[in-house]
């Protein structure tokens, strides 16, 4: 038996088409797709006549590990399904419902073959669980870089309905969350400076799945959009950066309210015994949970999924501005390009 039958077949040993013959089988989610993977390009229906689209890229070792200092190997379907849910949750926060998605993946030639099969398989897994069943894997590309990358744009529709925008949170709105925060901030350090993953218990093990693997709410965007919200946005970056975004974009202030953001960092305060940290500041700056922040009118009632965190105020410390209990904060949170 030879040396490449007895260990499993690298990209670089494939052709294009070989490999992609191991992919498409995988990717039977169709969705809107009126035309799937294996053409120069897809169609995908558009019933309500607009487009909800986005993009975004996942870079090794920018955005994730292959392994941790933790010890834990990220698998190819960790990767597939965080490229999804970061991808859906950003459809969601416009209140619109995800249709089609395609995918470009760079790839060293070291990669193992298998492993592009588990990235396909946690795509459509991530799809399957997070509850997107109208949306398709249509297509996408395949490349050879020296680093792995993900690229993923993502296509919606608004099923009648307008855009819910980060520009529209007025004095006096209800400040409202859905999902979790600071819980993948919370796997991420113990990813990065917990004990050994095979030594974690069953409870760190799900907070480090929160990090691997994120859960946005996807019903709540467009239950959102149903029940009035004047703004909404997806928190990727942290919570106080994310809200002082929306802020600027609305032209107003966010108070938070301290004994909610106390209730959050309680909920992870064993991860937080684990590594030594602060769980409220995985709360204020940890992003990646892919929650969603609203405003709503203070007369409505907050739609399921969504509880109050505090409130829109004409100004905290300047239009912009965020505070916690009247205090204006100094935001912090993830920045691609920060020192």
Not at 315 to 332: D, E, H, M, N, W
Request: aromatic share 4%; net charge negative.
């Amino acid at each position: 038996m030879t040396d490449t039958q007895d260990r499993p077949a690298l990209v670089r040993e494939l052709s294009e088409s070989e490999l992609l013959d191991r992919i498409f089988p995988r990717l039977d989610v169709l969705g809107a797709a009126l035309l799937g993977p294996g053409d120069d390009a897809a169609v995908v229906a558009a019933p309500d006549g607009r487009v909800v689209v986005s993009t975004d890229t996942q870079t090794q070792d920018a955005d994730f590990r292959l392994t941790w200092p933790s010890g834990y190997r990220s698998t190819g379907a960790d990767v597939g399904w965080k490229a999804a849910a970061q991808n859906l949750s950003d459809i969601n926060a416009m209140g619109a419902v995800a249709t089609a998605m395609v995918v470009s993946l760079t790839l060293p030639g070291e990669t193992e073959a298998e492993w592009v099969e588990d990235f396909a398989d946690g795509l459509v897994e991530a799809i399957r669980a997070l509850g997107a069943d109208r949306c398709t894997v249509a297509g996408g590309d395949l490349g050879r870089g020296r680093e792995l990358s993900v690229t993923v744009t993502i296509l919606g529709t608004l099923e009648g309905r307008a855009p819910v925008l980060r520009s529209g949170a007025r004095p006096g709105d209800v400040l409202a969350v859905a999902g979790r925060l600071g819980a993948a901030a919370a796997g991420l350090a113990l990813l990065e400076h917990g004990p050994a993953y095979a030594t974690l218990p069953a409870s760190l093990r799900e907070a480090v799945g929160r990090q691997c693997r994120p859960v946005p709410p996807l019903a709540a965007g467009p239950a959102a959009a149903r029940g009035g919200a004047h703004a909404l946005m997806d928190l990727s970056d942290g919570l106080l950066k994310d809200g002082q975004r929306l802020a600027a974009a609305s032209g107003v202030g966010l108070d938070f309210d301290a004994e909610s953001l106390a209730a959050h960092a309680a909920l992870l305060a064993e991860p937080a015994a684990a590594v030594g940290a602060d769980p409220l500041g995985w709360v204020l700056g940890g992003g990646e949970d892919h929650g969603l922040l609203g405003a709503f009118p203070a007369s409505v009632q907050l739609p399921e999924g969504f509880a109050a965190i505090g409130s829109v105020v004409p100004t905290a410390g300047g239009p912009g501005g965020v505070a916690i209990g009247g205090r204006p904060v100094q935001p912090s949170g993830w920045d691609h390009f920060a020192r």
